[in-house]
C-alpha cells in the first residue's frame, strides 16, 4: 500500500460528492472511487463513510436508491442532487481558493518577503 | 390539534427509527458482501474472504450510532425511549435488585406520603372554613379557651377588632325524632355563629343573631350534613319538622353543608342548638353565671386591618375591665389569639410537636432508604463495571451510558413512588373513617390531596436523582481498557468509599428508630401497669345524663338513688357507687382551693387547685380507691349536714402541710363554703397519665346533687358478661335512659390513645428502619463477598479456616454495623427527651431499651450477613479458579 496522506477535517464530504458527481456509486464504490481519483494515496475508514453517506443525504446533497450492483448485488446507489452539483461546485472553488494561498504561501522565499 | 400533531410526529419518528435500523443493516450487509466479492476475486476462499471483510469494517454497532446522528436521530424523545426500554429489560434481568430497590423506595415513600397526609390535614389546612387566614380563638392564660357565658357577652359587644364574636359550647342531649330516642353531640352555638363563619345552609336556613330572645327562647335545631344524611336519608322535608330534645319540642331550621364539620377539629357535632337554650340542654341554669366557664371556645375573623397583636391588646383592656367590675369572678384574665380547630395552644401544640416529630422520623426514613439505593446502586454500578467499559470501548458516549443509568434510577423511583403512594392512600381511607372512641364522634380528616400527591412524587423523584448520581463518578473514572483485561477493578484497599459512609448513616438512623420506638413501647407497657389511684380491671361503667330523659333535681336524686339499689341486688354485683365524673374521664372539672383563714376568694389567693368528684357513698370501694385515713361518706352526708370531703395525699400535703395534718381540718371553696376533711385516699391519676402528681378533692354528691351520672360497678367475674344486665337492668327502670355502659378498662382506651398513637407510628417506623438496614447491610456483605469471591477461593485453597474466611468477607460490614449503632444508639437516647413529651415515662436510660437496641442490631446484623456468609463459606476454590 503506498503512503497514505492524512484526511484533513471537513474534506471527506467534499471527496464524496467528488466522487459520485462522476456517476452514481454505492458506498464501496465510493471508498473504491476515490482510492482510484486520489492515486491510491487517500484511504477511508470504510465504517466512517456511511455515517458522512447518511449526512449527506439528510442534508440533500446526496440522493439515494436501491438498484443492483454489476456482480448482481443489491446495493444502494448514491447520486447528486442539484443542491448537492452547487455545493461541490463551491466547495471545490473554496478549496482551490485555500490550496492556492497556502500552496503560494509555503513557495514565498526569503528575499521576497 | 397541535398537541396531537406532535404525538403523531413523535410516533413516526419511532417508527422511522426501526426503518432507519432495517435500511442501515441492509446497506453495511451489501457493504461487506461487495468487499468479499473483491476478497474472493484476489484469491481467498468465500468464507475467509466474508471474515476479511468484517474485520476491516470494523465495530458495526458505532457506527451505526454515529448514523442515527448523522441522520438526525438521537433527538431527546427518542433517546429517552430507547433508554426507557433498555432499562426496562436490564431490571428485568435482575428482578431481586428491583424488587428491593422499589420496595424500599416505596416504604419510604410511602411514609413520608403518610405523615405529610396527615400534617396537611391537621395543621396545613385545619378547618378548611372560607377566609381561614383572619379566622381566630380566644385562648386563656392555662392554653384552655372556656369562658363563661356573661363574659362571652361582654367580649362579643365591647370588642372593636372582631366582625362578628361567636361562641359554641359541647354537649350531649337525648334527641327523639320519633324513633329510638339517642344521645347526639350538640354544638351549643351563638346566634351569630354560622353568620360569622360566613357558613351558608345547604337546606332550609341555620341560625341567626336575631333568634335569640333570652334563656330558652330560641328551641331551633339546626342538623349537620352527615346526621341529616343517615338519621333522615337525605329528606328534605324535615324542615320545620319538631322533634324532642331532652323532652322539649324543637323545631329543624335547616342543614349545614357536607364540608363543614364544627370548629373543633376531630370532633364533629351531629346537630347545632342556640347557646341561650343551655338550660334545656345541660340540665344547668349556667347562662347567667359569670365564674362557670363552660363555653368551649370564642371566635370569629378579624376586621380587616386589624392586625393579631392590636386585637389581642383590645381584648385584654376588656379583661382588666372585667376583672376590676367582677373581682370575684374574673380574677386574673388575660387573654391571646390562637388559631382554632385544634383548640388552640392546647391541643395544637403537642399535635404539631408530635406530627413534625413523626416527620423527621419519616424524613430519615427517607435519607436511610435513599443512602440504602445509593450502596446498592453503587454496589451494582461496579458489577456492571465491565458492560460499562465494554460499551464504552465499542464507541458509547459516556454521557448516554449516564444517561441511562439516571433513567434507570428514575424508573426505580417513579415506580417505588406510585407503589408507596398507593399503598398510603389505602391507609388514609381507613384512617378517615376511623373512629378510634365509639362515644366521641371523632374522626381525622385526613384525606390525600394534589399537594399530597405532588410532594411523593417529587421527593420519590428527588431520591431517584439522589441515589442515581452515585455511581456517577464511578462511570466517568471508568478505563475501558483496564476493566475488560483485569475482570473487575479491584481497590480492595483501606480507604473509606462513599458507600461505607452511606451504610453507617443508614444504620445509625436505623438504630435511631429502633431505639425511640423502643423506648415508646416500654413507656406503653408502663403507662398500663402504673397505678391510677383506682382500680379499673373488673369494674363496669354505666354513664347517664338524667336531664336528657327529664329528670331535674330531687327526682333526679331519687332515679340516682333507684339505678344504686337496682344494680346492687343484681348477681355478680359486689359493691355500685356513682359519681359526677371520674379520673381520667374527658371532662374533668377542677376547682379552686382556699385556707380556712382566707377571706378573699379570688382565683389569685387559691391555696391549690384540685380536680373535684363529687361521688356517692360507697365510691371508693367501688373504684378501689384506697382510703388511707379518716371515713367514707355516708348516706347521712346530705344538704343537711356539714360539708365534708375526702382529699388525696397530694391536696393533704400542699393545703395542710402533711398527710397526718390534714384530718379533720378545714378549707374553703370558690363560693365560700366551709369544707371538712374527713378522709384521706391515695394519690391517683386524673387528667392523663403523663402528668405530675396532681392534688384532688371528693366531696358528698348528696350535698351537691348533679344530673350527670356515673354508676361505677365493681364485680368479681369478668366485667364483660356484665354490660349487657346493667343495661337491662336500668332500662327497666326507664327505658328512655339515653346509656352507655363498658367496662372502665374500655373506657380509658381514650386515656392512652395518645401514648398508643405514639408507640403505634414509631414502632411502625422502627421497623421499617430495621428493614431497610438489613437490605443496606445485607448489600454491602453480598456485595463485598462477590468481589473478592476470587480471593476467598484462594485463602480456602491455601487451607484458611472458617472463621479467617468470615473475618475476610464480613470484618468491613461488621465494623460499619458496630459503628453506625454506636452512634445511633447514642442519637437515639438524645432524641427520646423529645419522645419523654408524649409518651409516658419514656426514660432513655433504661438498661431494657439499651439492651434491647444492642441485641435488636447484633440480631439485625447476623441476619443481614447470614447468605453472603453462608456463601462466602461454600466457596469452591477449584470451579472459581477455573472460571476466572
Not at chain 2, 458492560?387 to 415506580?415: D, F, K, N, P, Y
Not at chain 2, 432524641?831 to 409516658?840: D, F, P, Q, S
Request: proline share 5%.
Amino acid at each position: 500500500m503506498p503512503d497514505q496522506a492524512q484526511l484533513l477535517p471537513g474534506t471527506l464530504d467534499l471527496l464524496i460528492l467528488k466522487a459520485v458527481s462522476l456517476g452514481p456509486l454505492h458506498g464501496y464504490g465510493v471508498l473504491l472511487r476515490i482510492a482510484q481519483i486520489s492515486g491510491e494515496a487517500l484511504m477511508i475508514e470504510q465504517g466512517a463513510l456511511y455515517p458522512a453517506l447518511f449526512r449527506l443525504v439528510r442534508q440533500g446533497l446526496l440522493k439515494a436508491n436501491w438498484g443492483t450492483s454489476e456482480n448482481n448485488r443489491r446495493a444502494k446507489f448514491y447520486e447528486l442532487t442539484a443542491a448537492g452539483r452547487k455545493r461541490l461546485r463551491e466547495e471545490t472553488e473554496g478549496w482551490n481558493r485555500l490550496a492556492g494561498a497556502i500552496a503560494s504561501a509555503l513557495a514565498a522565499q526569503p528575499e521576497e518577503a | 390539534m397541535k398537541f396531537l400533531g406532535s404525538i403523531r410526529l413523535r410516533i413516526s419518528a419511532l417508527f422511522r427509527r426501526s426503518e432507519l435500523n432495517a435500511e442501515m443493516d441492509d446497506e453495511l450487509a451489501s457493504h461487506i458482501q461487495l468487499r468479499a466479492d473483491d476478497l474472493e476475486r484476489s484469491g481467498l476462499s468465500r468464507a475467509e474472504a466474508e471474515r476479511r471483510a468484517h474485520v476491516e469494517f470494523g465495530g458495526q454497532e458505532r457506527y451505526k450510532e454515529e448514523i442515527h446522528e448523522a441522520s438526525g436521530g438521537g433527538n431527546f424523545v427518542e433517546t429517552f425511549f430507547s433508554d426507557v426500554r433498555f432499562s426496562l429489560r436490564v431490571l428485568k434481568k435482575s428482578p431481586g435488585f428491583t424488587i428491593v430497590a422499589i420496595g424500599t423506595l416505596a416504604l419510604a415513600i410511602g411514609a413520608n406520603a403518610l405523615v405529610f397526609a396527615v400534617l396537611n390535614g391537621l395543621i396545613l389546612r385545619p378547618l378548611d372554613l372560607p377566609n381561614e387566614k383572619s379566622l381566630y380563638g380566644l385562648e386563656n392564660r392555662n392554653g384552655s379557651g372556656y369562658q363563661s357565658y356573661p363574659d362571652y357577652e361582654d367580649l362579643r359587644d365591647r370588642n372593636s377588632s372582631f366582625q362578628s364574636l361567636a361562641a359554641f359550647g359541647i354537649t350531649q342531649a337525648g334527641l327523639d325524632t320519633g324513633k329510638d330516642p339517642a344521645p347526639v353531640w350538640v354544638y351549643e352555638t351563638s346566634g351569630n355563629y354560622f353568620d360569622a363563619l360566613d357558613i351558608p345552609p345547604y337546606l332550609g336556613r341555620l341560625l341567626h343573631a336575631s333568634d335569640e330572645r333570652g334563656p330558652n327562647s330560641a328551641p331551633y335545631i339546626v342538623l349537620s350534613y352527615g346526621y341529616w344524611h343517615n338519621h333522615f336519608q337525605d329528606d328534605p322535608g324535615v324542615v320545620g319538622r319538631t322533634v324532642q330534645l331532652n323532652m322539649h319540642p324543637y323545631t329543624i331550621l335547616g342543614v349545614t353543608p357536607p364540608e363543614f364539620h364544627g370548629t373543633l377539629l376531630f370532633f364533629s357535632p351531629e346537630i347545632f342548638v342556640p347557646i341561650v337554650n343551655h338550660q334545656q340542654l345541660a340540665g344547668a341554669e349556667e347562662l347567667s353565671q359569670r365564674h362557670r366557664r363552660w363555653v368551649f371556645e370564642l371566635l370569629g375573623h378579624l376586621k380587616p386591618g386589624v392586625t393579631r397583636e392590636q386585637a389581642i391588646a383590645d381584648l385584654n383592656s376588656i379583661a382588666s375591665y372585667l376583672e376590676k367590675t367582677y373581682p370575684q369572678d374574673d380574677g386574673d384574665t388575660n387573654f391571646t389569639l390562637a388559631r382554632p380547630g385544634l383548640y388552640g395552644n392546647f391541643l395544637g401544640r403537642p399535635v404539631e410537636a408530635f406530627l413534625g416529630g413523626l416527620m423527621l422520623l419519616a424524613a430519615l426514613i427517607l435519607l436511610a432508604a435513599c443512602a440504602n439505593l445509593g450502596t446498592l446502586f453503587a454496589a451494582r454500578a461496579s458489577d456492571r463495571a465491565r458492560e460499562i467499559s465494554l460499551r464504552i470501548a465499542l464507541g458509547s458516549s459516556r454521557t448516554r451510558i449516564l444517561r441511562q443509568l439516571l433513567t434507570e434510577a428514575t424508573l426505580i423511583a417513579l415506580a417505588g413512588g406510585v407503589l408507596g403512594l398507593l399503598g398510603s392512600i389505602a391507609l388514609l381511607r381507613r384512617l378517615s373513617v376511623w373512629q378510634p372512641f365509639p362515644r366521641f364522634p371523632i374522626h381525622v380528616p385526613v384525606s390525600p390531596d394534589v399537594r399530597v400527591y405532588v410532594v411523593a412524587l417529587l421527593l420519590a423523584v428527588a431520591s431517584g436523582l439522589l441515589f442515581g448520581v452515585v455511581p456517577v463518578r464511578q462511570v466517568l473514572r471508568t478505563n475501558a481498557n483496564e476493566v475488560i483485561k483485569s475482570g473487575s477493578v479491584t481497590t480492595v484497599g483501606r480507604r473509606i468509599t462513599v458507600r461505607d459512609v452511606l451504610l453507617a448513616l443508614q444504620i445509625a438512623i436505623c438504630a435511631v428508630l429502633v431505639t425511640s420506638s423502643l423506648v415508646a413501647v416500654r413507656g406503653l407497657a408502663r403507662s398500663l401497669r402504673s397505678n391510677f389511684g383506682f382500680d379499673p380491671q373488673n369494674a363496669v361503667l354505666a354513664d347517664t345524663e338524667l336531664s336528657m330523659a327529664g329528670y331535674s333535681g330531687p327526682a333526679a336524686a331519687a332515679m340516682q338513688k333507684r339505678m344504686l339499689d337496682t344494680l346492687a341486688g343484681s348477681p355478680g354485683v359486689q359493691s355500685v357507687a356513682f359519681a359526677d365524673t371520674l379520673p381520667l374521664n374527658l371532662d374533668a372539672r377542677i376547682a379552686a382551693v382556699f385556707p380556712d383563714k382566707e377571706t378573699d376568694l379570688r382565683a389569685s389567693h387559691a391555696a391549690a387547685k384540685g380536680y373535684l368528684y363529687q361521688v356517692s357513698p360507697g365510691y371508693l370501694r367501688a373504684a378501689g380507691t384506697t382510703l388511707l385515713a379518716g371515713r367514707d361518706f355516708s348516706w347521712h352526708d346530705d344538704e343537711s349536714t356539714p360539708a365534708v370531703a375526702i382529699v388525696n395525699q397530694e391536696f393533704a400535703r400542699r393545703v395542710f402541710g402533711s398527710v397526718t395534718d390534714a384530718a379533720n381540718r378545714y378549707f374553703k371553696i370558690q363560693d365560700g363554703t366551709r369544707v371538712q376533711v374527713v378522709g384521706i385516699v391515695e394519690n391517683g391519676k386524673y387528667l392523663n397519665l403523663a402528668e405530675d402528681q396532681k392534688a384532688a378533692l371528693f366531696l358528698p354528691i348528696l350535698q351537691r346533687p348533679t344530673t350527670q351520672t356515673w354508676l361505677v360497678v365493681r364485680t368479681g367475674s369478668d366485667p364483660q358478661q356484665l354490660v349487657a344486665t346493667i343495661r337491662d337492668e336500668l332500662h327497666s327502670l326507664d327505658a328512655g335512659l339515653p346509656l352507655n355502659v363498658q367496662p372502665w378498662s374500655s373506657e380509658l382506651q381514650g386515656v392512652l390513645f395518645p401514648s398508643r398513637m405514639a408507640t403505634l407510628s414509631l414502632g411502625v417506623l422502627g421497623i421499617m428502619g430495621a428493614m431497610l438496614s438489613i437490605t443496606g447491610i445485607f448489600g454491602l456483605a453480598a456485595y463485598s463477598v462477590s468481589k473478592r469471591m476470587r480471593e476467598l477461593g484462594i485463602r480456602i485453597a491455601l487451607g484458611a479456616k472458617p472463621q479467617e474466611v468470615l473475618r475476610a468477607a464480613l470484618a468491613r460490614p461488621f465494623k460499619l454495623l458496630l459503628f453506625g449503632s454506636m452512634a445511633g444508639l447514642i442519637l437515639g437516647l438524645l432524641a427520646t427527651r423529645v419522645l419523654a413529651a408524649i409518651v409516658y415515662q419514656a426514660t432513655p436510660r433504661d438498661p431494657v431499651v439499651l439492651a434491647g437496641v444492642v441485641l435488636a442490631m447484633a440480631l439485625l446484623g447476623l441476619l443481614a450477613t447470614w447468605i453472603p456468609a453462608h456463601r462466602a463459606l461454600n466457596v469452591d476454590p477449584l470451579i472459581l479458579l477455573r472460571d476466572e
